[in-house]
């Protein structure tokens, strides 16, 4: 990737298809990583639990979501009854490798003309890394900084751009997008492993008390499990996390999970092993308190936003993360989106809601990000 190429005030860039071919993208993510999908499961249970079963029907959009919204969800629902006789899940890892490279490439293009930054590729400490900046860094902002561990179910990069291209522009902080090795080719700890060797390099020049952490989807287990890490390995703690969209519980599914799928109101038996069978896992123990932050001790944790949607499949892993640091006395925040599904901000990344909660993301990491840390 050159530079130049993603300089934020080009103009060029295809226009971004229709948001179901995402949604159904990041859902055969999933469902390729656990190796089990709704087809899957149907195909395996005998005639008479197939007939038994009674058909799907999904709610229609609610009009308390904005017009914009409402149409994408039409669309995915389209979607989904048009693509039945093709699941995407039968695509390989490196297909939607491929796919997620230009995918992001096109949303990326759309986000910058209304979140115009500067993007470039670097390293650090010796693991892939993009930077993002804001076009123009004020002074109170050159201290701070945030990291971002990116979302795609532990074997995709969904997120290093298309999570961050707001975030920078609206709070003004550069962002290190971790590029972590993926699974199955690296399973568990090495995403750990190489987000606490970004963190340790970035203490060499920040204080704790003016880093933020987050990501969303499997980027935000992956960063509930690197506070995990540095907690137990001594470290100071940064100044905020955001957990968004995510989950800190590889043993225990959430009950989100068998009423949702990645687009919304879906019920899907599968659902529940697309963790536990995840190739990220590999041979660790599902109550590794690392792996599964849910069993460490979340005491001393810095404030923590939360966000969520009332119909994400991981509506109940964020709830249930909340909890427990409301539980360990945490300063916990909490946002559940009318009717939104999974990850919306990126899923819908074009509607009221998403720009709503990428406002509420910005605005929590301005005004953590540079206070006191507790317990540092």
């Known amino acids: 990737m050159e530079v130049g190429h993603w300089k934020a005030m080009h103009r060029a860039g295809v226009r971004v298809p229709g948001i179901s071919c995402v949604l159904l993208s990041l859902l055969a993510i999933l469902a390729a990583g656990g190796r089990l999908t709704q087809a899957q499961t149907a195909s395996t249970a005998s005639?008479?639990?197939?007939?038994?079963?009674?058909?799907?029907?999904?709610?229609?959009?609610?009009?308390?979501v904005s017009p914009k919204a409402q149409q994408d969800m039409r669309e995915y629902e389209e979607s989904q009854a048009s693509s039945q006789k093709q699941p995407m899940s039968s695509s390989s890892v490196a297909e939607q490798r491929a796919f997620w490279d230009r995918r992001q490439k096109t949303i990326s293009d759309d986000l910058l003309r209304n979140y115009p930054v500067q993007i470039e590729e670097s390293k650090m400490a010796g693991v892939p890394v993009l930077l993002l900046s804001p076009m123009k860094m004020e002074d109170r902002n050159r201290t701070r900084i945030l990291i971002n561990v990116h979302g795609g179910a532990f074997n995709t990069d969904a997120g290093t751009l298309v999570e961050n291209i707001p975030i920078v522009n609206l709070t003004g902080i550069r962002v290190i997008a971790v590029k972590y090795r993926l699974a199955p080719e690296s399973p568990f700890p090495a995403g750990v492993d190489d987000a606490i060797a970004v963190y340790k390099e970035v203490l060499k020049t920040y204080t704790p008390q003016n880093v933020g952490l987050y990501g969303t989807s499997?980027?935000?287990?992956?960063?509930?499990?690197?506070?995990?890490?540095?907690?137990?390995?001594?470290?100071?703690?940064?100044?905020?996390?955001?957990?968004?969209?995510?989950?800190?519980?590889?043993?225990?599914?959430?009950?989100?999970?068998?009423?949702?799928?990645?687009?919304?109101?879906?019920?899907?038996?599968?659902?529940?092993?697309?963790?536990?069978?995840?190739?990220?896992?590999?041979?660790?123990?599902?109550?590794?308190?690392?792996l599964s932050p849910l069993y460490s001790d979340l005491k001393g944790y810095p404030p923590t936003l939360c966000i969520t949607g009332t119909r994400d499949f991981l509506l109940s892993g964020t709830t249930l993360?909340?909890?427990?640091?409301?539980?360990?006395?945490?300063?916990?925040?909490?946002?559940?989106?009318?009717?939104?599904?999974?990850?919306?901000?990126?899923?819908?990344?074009?509607?009221?809601?998403?720009?709503?909660?990428?406002?509420?993301?910005?605005?929590?990491?301005?005004?953590?990000?540079?206070?006191?840390?507790?317990?540092?």
């Open 47 to 64: 005639p008479s639990q197939n007939s038994s079963q009674p058909p799907v029907v999904t709610p229609p959009a609610p009009l308390t």
């Open 218 to 290: 499997a980027g935000a287990a992956l960063t509930a499990e690197t506070a995990a890490k540095i907690k137990q390995l001594g470290l100071p703690m940064p100044a905020a996390l955001g957990f968004f969209s995510g989950w800190a519980d590889f043993g225990i599914p959430g009950d989100s999970m068998s009423w949702f799928s990645i687009g919304g109101l879906r019920a899907t038996k599968s659902a529940d092993s697309l963790l536990r069978s995840n190739p990220y896992v590999g041979h660790a123990d599902l109550k590794d308190p690392i």
């Open 321 to 376: 993360y909340h909890r427990a640091l409301l539980q360990a006395g945490v300063d916990a925040q909490l946002i559940v989106f009318e009717a939104m599904p999974h990850a919306h901000w990126i899923m819908y990344h074009d509607t009221p809601e998403a720009a709503e909660a990428f406002k509420y993301m910005a605005t929590f990491f301005d005004q953590k990000v540079g206070r006191p840390v507790a317990g540092n």
